[in-house]
């Protein structure tokens, strides 16, 4: 009997061994188990909030781009070119992004419309986000009148309209078309809209303004003066005391042939073009062409390129029996009161919308300015997240 009972207390000493064995062994199992299960969680979390974080800084490259592209004169490039983007943005330590713009190249209006790539990225673990998206600027307007275009003249837009009285089918509108009233008889390629008030109302530049001198940053600069005689083989170009190129004609100017010029041309009466091979480029962030009175062609195959923002308080005029001209404005044509009646079967307008060009900033005093754009908003037709 004795010894039936002590083999029994050895057995269950045994078991209770084996068993506080097999529950540490458990509990280590267990206890590995959660440490593994906290090192996956902890790296699932840290890879999640690295990709939100370089997603995040990819998108902000996007708003970077777009804001730049809204407001132009806000880039000091030194040059009249386009934002193309800018290289390692720093955010928040490591994380960094890169954006790169180009015009888009094909459709009715490439010039309404950018491809961008934004790359977010965090140098210190390679983790990276693209995100390529495509904005169109909405209304991108190319063209603005304040009257009517009643013409036979083929006049093509490439970008938006904005009218407010009729509108001739003798147009082609490579946009859309916002008319207050009247009759829109103009082939539009994009969409209709009547809508009062217009979308956009131009900034209403004064000759006078430009008389005699004008302001950059808070310093004053000279305007140089162009003759009232009939003008040929000008070349115009800014100076160190007119860096924008400013150049003001106190009463109507008369452009005959060969007129080259780097700059602004004030006019303070009527403009007439008798001849051809006339070309206006503005300079950064200012007009290329303000008139007081009437852009006038009066004489057969007189001819105005014109690059930047041109604004016509009157409107534009054809002498009778002129037949052949052409008018090639890239930027933003502004007709402030009226628009164009007339009839010439040889003529061809052409307006291409482009905002960097067409973006003015104006002195009104060394202190105060005013920022003008032909661009009411943009929206992002397309993104793709790689």
């Given at each position: 009997?004795?010894?039936?009972?002590?083999?029994?207390?050895?057995?269950?000493?045994?078991?209770?061994l084996?068993?506080?064995?097999?529950?540490?062994?458990v509990t280590?199992?267990?206890a590995?188990?959660?440490?593994?299960?906290?090192d996956?969680?902890?790296?699932?979390?840290k890879?999640?909030?690295d990709?939100?974080?370089?997603?995040?800084?990819?998108r902000?490259?996007?708003e970077?781009a777009?804001?730049?592209?809204?407001?132009?004169?806000?880039?000091?490039?030194?040059?009249?070119?386009?934002?193309r983007?800018?290289?390692?943005c720093?955010?928040?330590?490591?994380?960094?992004?890169?954006?790169?713009?180009?015009?888009a190249?094909?459709?009715?209006?490439?010039?309404?419309n950018?491809?961008?790539?934004s790359?977010?990225?965090?140098?210190?673990?390679?983790?990276?986000?693209?995100?390529?998206?495509q904005?169109?600027?909405?209304?991108a307007?190319a063209?603005?009148?304040?009257?009517?275009?009643?013409?036979?003249?083929?006049?093509r837009i490439?970008?938006?309209?904005?009218?407010?009285?009729s509108?001739?089918?003798?147009?082609?509108v490579?946009?859309?078309?916002?008319?207050?009233?009247?009759?829109?008889?103009?082939?539009?390629k994009?969409?209709?809209?009547?809508?009062n008030?217009?979308p956009l109302?131009p900034?209403s530049?004064?000759?006078?303004?430009?008389?005699?001198?004008?302001?950059?940053?808070?310093?004053?600069y000279y305007?140089e003066?162009?003759?009232?005689?009939l003008?040929?083989?000008?070349?115009?170009?800014p100076?160190?005391?007119?860096p924008?190129?400013?150049?003001?004609c106190?009463?109507?100017l008369?452009l005959?042939?060969?007129?080259?010029?780097?700059g602004?041309?004030?006019?303070?009466?009527?403009?007439?073009?008798?001849?051809?091979?006339?070309?206006?480029?503005s300079?950064?962030?200012?007009?290329?062409?303000v008139?007081?009175?009437e852009?006038?062609?009066?004489?057969?195959?007189?001819?105005?390129?014109?690059?930047?923002?041109?604004?016509?308080?009157?409107g534009?005029?054809?002498?009778?029996l002129?037949?052949?001209?052409?008018?090639?404005?890239?930027?933003c044509?502004?007709?402030?009161?009226?628009?164009?009646i007339g009839l010439?079967?040889?003529?061809?307008?052409?307006?291409?919308?482009?905002?960097?060009?067409?973006?003015?900033?104006?002195?009104?005093?060394?202190?105060?300015?005013?920022?003008?754009?032909n661009?009411?908003?943009?929206?992002f037709?397309?993104f793709?997240?790689?």
């Amino acid at each position: 009997m004795m010894m039936i009972e002590k083999k029994i207390n050895r057995f269950s000493k045994g078991s209770a061994l084996v068993v506080v064995l097999l529950v540490v062994m458990v509990t280590t199992i267990l206890a590995l188990s959660f440490i593994r299960s906290s090192d996956s969680e902890v790296t699932i979390t840290k890879n999640l909030t690295d990709q939100i974080s370089v997603e995040l800084a990819a998108r902000a490259g996007m708003e970077h781009a777009r804001s730049f592209i809204m407001r132009p004169w806000d880039v000091d490039l030194g040059t009249d070119a386009y934002w193309r983007g800018i290289h390692s943005c720093q955010l928040d330590g490591n994380i960094k992004y890169n954006v790169s713009v180009t015009q888009a190249a094909s459709g009715y209006t490439p010039e309404c419309n950018y491809d961008i790539v934004s790359v977010g990225y965090n140098t210190s673990n390679n983790s990276r986000c693209q995100i390529k998206s495509q904005l169109r600027l909405d209304p991108a307007v190319a063209m603005w009148v304040g009257g009517v275009w009643l013409t036979n003249i083929e006049t093509r837009i490439y970008g938006d309209l904005c009218a407010h009285g009729s509108v001739s089918k003798s147009t082609t509108v490579y946009g859309d078309s916002f008319i207050t009233f009247g009759i829109n008889r103009a082939e539009v390629k994009g969409s209709k809209v009547k809508q009062n008030p217009l979308p956009l109302s131009p900034i209403s530049i004064k000759p006078e303004d430009y008389s005699s001198s004008y302001y950059i940053n808070g310093n004053t600069y000279y305007v140089e003066t162009i003759d009232t005689s009939l003008q040929n083989n000008l070349n115009l170009s800014p100076s160190p005391s007119n860096p924008a190129g400013v150049f003001y004609c106190d009463g109507s100017l008369r452009l005959g042939s060969n007129n080259h010029i780097k700059g602004t041309v004030i006019v303070r009466d009527k403009c007439y073009l008798t001849g051809g091979n006339n070309y206006i480029n503005s300079t950064r962030n200012f007009p290329a062409l303000v008139i007081g009175d009437e852009l006038c062609f009066d004489s057969k195959g007189a001819s105005l390129q014109v690059s930047g923002l041109v604004e016509i308080t009157k409107g534009i005029s054809v002498e009778h029996l002129v037949k052949k001209f052409t008018l090639d404005v890239t930027g933003c044509l502004v007709i402030l009161e009226n628009g164009f009646i007339g009839l010439a079967d040889e003529a061809k307008i052409t307006v291409r919308v482009d905002p960097a060009k067409a973006a003015v900033q104006i002195w009104d005093s060394p202190s105060l300015h005013r920022e003008w754009i032909n661009v009411c908003g943009g929206y992002f037709k397309t993104f793709k997240r790689e």
